[in-house]
């Protein structure tokens, strides 16, 4: 450290002002042991050109995403000559794009006009809330969109009859689907595929690159797997929808339909007498429903000593 510091010597505050990180950050910095401490000279604190490239280091991991107990591992495997640049390569591969689409950006008046000119605040609020549009910093009356094909399914669906707030509803239960698919699709190959390259150490650069070559090849099959299924489901349920809709031509009964049905004379006079002539219906009914049950219950129970007779066969 005395040969680095040499060459540059700075207080804590000009580290501070060359870096862009504050004194309290370098500091809280040394305390999770992510900066290293710096040389006592007499009463003085001296900081090198290595904290300095360290400090920058950590603003660069920062901005990928990476959690600072994430980096603190990642520097630890760099002091010990692991290398960063495969880990930084794979890490890059899958914070990539994982679609062609590309953002657009669209304007207030533009959204309003798409969704029959009618402004609508609390339905941007919430398209803002879900992230299908992002507001961009000082323009109030632009918007970016991530997904310009996923706000098209919107305007369709709206152009069509559907309310703004059926299709966000729509969306959220959605998303909690296609979150849940993403999560066991990474299971499934974090362990049949990625399993090797996981450790208590970060992967060497030969590793981390064969894998980020394995997420580019993989990349595209989660997809292609859901659109296979999803065509299969719609047509299978599509199919079964229709016909349930259409019914072979005739009205569906609704649970609470009531029917009429011909009792014999003999045996209506005989229930009022048991009954009242007030009570027929009902006690008719009741006697029905009983009845029902009575012979669900006993196909159960001959189902059941079936199979223990099946069982039991040599």
Do not use: C
């Not at 008046?109 to 961009?136: H, K, M, N, T, Y």
């Not at 016909?243 to 339909?257: F, H, I, K, S, V």
Request: glycine share 8%; charged share 30%; hydrophobic share 40%.
């Amino acid at each position: 450290m005395s040969d680095e510091a040499a060459g540059a010597a700075y207080r804590i505050e000009d580290l501070a002002h060359l870096s862009g990180a504050t004194v309290r950050t370098i500091r809280a910095y040394q305390d999770r042991g992510l900066l290293p401490r710096p040389e006592r000279r007499g009463r003085a604190n001296v900081y090198a050109d290595t904290h300095l490239a360290r400090l920058r280091q950590i603003a660069d991991l920062l901005d990928r995403g990476y959690t600072l107990a994430s980096i603190k591992e990642l520097l630890e495997a760099w002091d010990t000559g692991r290398g960063l640049g495969g880990v930084l390569g794979l890490v890059a591969e899958v914070d990539g794009p994982w679609t062609d689409e590309e953002a657009a950006r669209i304007s207030r008046a533009e959204l309003d006009e798409r969704f029959g000119g009618s402004p609508d605040d609390a339905a941007v609020a919430e398209a803002v809330e879900l992230g299908v549009l992002e507001r961009i910093p000082g323009d109030e009356d632009t918007f970016l969109v991530p997904s310009p094909q996923e706000l098209g399914v919107a305007v369709e669906l709206h152009a069509a009859g559907v309310p703004l707030s059926a299709i966000s509803g729509h969306l959220r239960e959605l998303r909690v689907q296609v979150e849940h698919i993403a999560d066991r699709f990474l299971e499934f190959t974090t362990e049949h595929v990625f399993a090797r390259y996981l450790g208590e150490q970060p992967p060497t650069d030969a590793e981390a690159a064969e894998a980020a070559s394995l997420v580019r090849r993989l990349r595209p099959l989660a997809q292609q797997t859901v659109d296979a299924e999803l065509a299969r489901a719609m047509r299978l349920f599509a199919h079964r929808h229709l016909r349930e809709q259409l019914g072979a031509g005739q009205p569906r009964e609704r649970a609470d339909e009531v029917r009429s049905v011909e009792i014999p004379a003999e045996t209506m006079r005989a229930v009022a007498n048991l009954v009242g002539p007030s009570q027929v219906p009902a006690f008719i009914t009741a006697a029905a429903e009983r009845e029902v049950q009575a012979r669900a219950l006993d196909h159960m129970a001959a189902n059941h000593a079936k199979r223990g007779m099946i069982d039991q066969s040599p």
